[in-house]
């Protein structure tokens, strides 16, 4: 573990880069398994990740959170917006104290948190808590694509200021054509937002083929927009350390250290009247980085590079793929591996799509990805995830921000992967790294035992 206290003592998690130190020298291709929204890694694996007695304690589950509007991970359920129900359970046999956060978006770059408030639960009990979608302030009836909700809770066991944090299954939402206002939504789960709803695009705004891709799957469609606009990309915000010039976020003119991997179809690439540069980040959410790490290198430090994740937060999506297309024309670029920006240029101002793909590089050509079958032990397995955006209108000769994964654990663990590939130096090139994630058997897992 030298590498990491050399470079961070507040690392992320300190056996994912080892992981990546014994991987790569297995040869070109490694494989790392991963299963209901947590990366698994193998026993031997797990056991040289973590010398000196430095694994972190186990954190056992407090509190279970589940919707009564999404009995089943299969499950499509009409309802009023009016009553979404989450009901909170005490696995305890002492009372516990549960603080309760909603997430929310419209299928859209904004989301919206509201704090419930906290709930006092007996030993092993069971509590409803209802939400009205309504005060979020989303026009239900104009959603372009699914709406989703999420639900965290803080359990302070009783008598205790440390708590321990989960998640709820994402649900999934749209509007129906019902007139007598009595079941005005349909709410699933991610196997139905998939399978069903064509990733989110319930309304068939998309052709199927405008959804799908050969080598990937669509995790979810959402509007693009404006995204965010500013005059310079904006970083992790972790607090400076002395000695890590390449953890500071670049607050200057972009220098892109990679260039574009291109991929055109009916045309050329295009020089363009307008000069555009995309940054993109990801959303993501964790339940342990406030956990102290008790041994070895890191002791007295807490878990995750990443400050303040248990609240959700944007990182930056370093040395993310993404693929811009507009009518006939596209083309892929790697983003930076610093800043997760890359420029490029159009003679068109509007309705660009954009594919973010759970796939990163680092400068040397090594790139990890996140792919939807942990059981696929091929060279190159399963179909990596990625994220839709449509109606995007970025604007020329500023910094345009994307925010994709909306904190869901396998884009999460993607933020871990890519931050890890970044900051291994190992004098490698060309290795890959597999990460295989499925959510949707469990009906979403809460990020991130």
């Not at 929204?37 to 010398?51: F, K, M, T, V």
């Not at 980040?281 to 590079?305: C, H, M, R, W």
């Amino acid at each position: 573990m030298q590498l990491i206290s050399n470079r961070k003592r507040k690392a992320l998690a300190t056996s994912i880069v080892t992981v990546f130190a014994l991987l790569s020298v297995a040869g070109p291709y490694a494989y790392v398994g991963a299963g209901s929204g947590a990366i698994n890694l193998n026993q031997e694996a797990l056991s040289a990740a973590q010398p000196d007695g430095e694994a972190l304690p186990a954190l056992p589950e407090v509190v279970r959170l589940s919707w009564d509007n999404l009995p089943a991970p299969e499950a499509v359920v009409a309802g009023p917006a009016s009553r979404v129900v989450l009901r909170v359970r005490n696995l305890t046999g002492e009372p516990v104290r549960a603080d309760i956060t909603f997430t929310a978006d419209d299928g859209g770059q904004k989301d919206t948190k509201k704090n419930f408030g906290s709930i006092t639960l007996g030993p092993s009990a069971v509590q409803p808590v209802q939400v009205d979608l309504r005060t979020f302030g989303f026009k239900l009836t104009s959603l372009k694509y699914s709406g989703q909700l999420r639900a965290t809770a803080r359990a302070f066991p009783d008598g205790t200021a440390n708590y321990r944090q989960t998640g709820s299954p994402a649900l999934y939402f749209h509007p129906t054509g019902s007139s007598d206002g009595s079941s005005n939504t349909i709410f699933y789960g991610e196997k139905s937002l998939l399978e069903r709803f064509n990733a989110g695009d319930f309304r068939g705004r998309l052709s199927r083929e405008d959804v799908t891709e050969a080598g990937a799957v669509t995790s979810r469609v959402m509007f693009g927009g404006t995204g965010i606009v500013s005059s310079t990309p904006s970083g992790d915000n972790e607090p400076e350390e002395e000695n890590e010039p390449d953890d500071e976020a670049a607050t200057g003119a972009i220098t892109l250290q990679s260039g574009p991997t291109t991929q055109l179809t009916g045309g050329t690439a295009n020089a363009g009247a307008y000069n555009y540069t995309t940054c993109v980040k990801f959303l993501i959410e964790t339940v342990d980085s406030s956990v102290g790490i008790p041994n070895g290198p890191q002791a007295g430090e807490t878990e995750g590079y990443y400050q303040n994740a248990n609240d959700g937060r944007d990182v930056i999506a370093r040395g993310v793929v993404v693929k811009v297309r507009h009518g006939d024309w596209s083309q892929t670029f790697n983003a930076d591996p610093e800043s997760g920006c890359f420029n490029w240029s159009h003679d068109e101002t509007s309705n660009f799509d954009m594919r973010v793909y759970g796939k990163s590089f680092d400068e040397a050509g090594n790139y990890v990805r996140i792919h939807d079958d942990p059981t696929d032990f091929s060279d190159y397995p399963g179909d990596t995830y990625s994220h839709l955006f449509t109606d995007v209108d970025p604007t020329a000769n500023a910094v345009n921000t994307i925010n994709a994964g909306n904190y869901d654990s396998k884009w999460t663990a993607m933020a871990v992967l890519a931050f890890g590939l970044y900051r291994y130096d190992s004098g490698l090139s060309g290795k890959a790294f597999h990460a295989g994630i499925d959510n949707t058997q469990s009906g979403g897992s809460s990020a991130h035992f």
